[in-house]
């Protein structure tokens, strides 16, 4: 059973990120957070030509995995791990 939010609606993923990066808001900042957040999200469901309401957790998924992923896929990949630091010059199929 999935958890329920105070007005009885499915809680997703997205609102688990949002609880937890609001959380520690001070709360003379916690309006203008939530509206940001709001108008964030709201961009996101609305980019495009139509609107699509899993846009934002697709988005988050996707980020996420973007920026902390830990494999390379096949190994054909050139791009660097987390632990490989810095790249200081572009790909090899980048370069001329």
Avoid at 6 to 16: A, C, E, L, T, Y
Avoid at 24 to 47: F, H, Y
Avoid at 59 to 82: D, H, M
């Amino acid at each position: 059973m999935a958890a329920l939010n105070d007005r009885g609606k499915p809680v997703s993923p997205v609102d688990v990120l949002k609880a937890s990066l609001l959380t520690p808001v001070e709360d003379d900042e916690q309006r203008a957070a939530n509206q940001a957040w709001k108008k964030t999200v709201q961009g996101l469901i609305s980019w495009g030509t139509e609107p699509d309401t899993e846009r934002d957790s697709t988005f988050v998924k996707s980020w996420l995995r973007a920026k902390y992923a830990q494999t390379k896929g096949n190994g054909n990949s050139s791009a660097p791990s987390p632990t490989d630091g810095p790249r200081t010059t572009p790909p090899p199929s980048w370069q001329a």
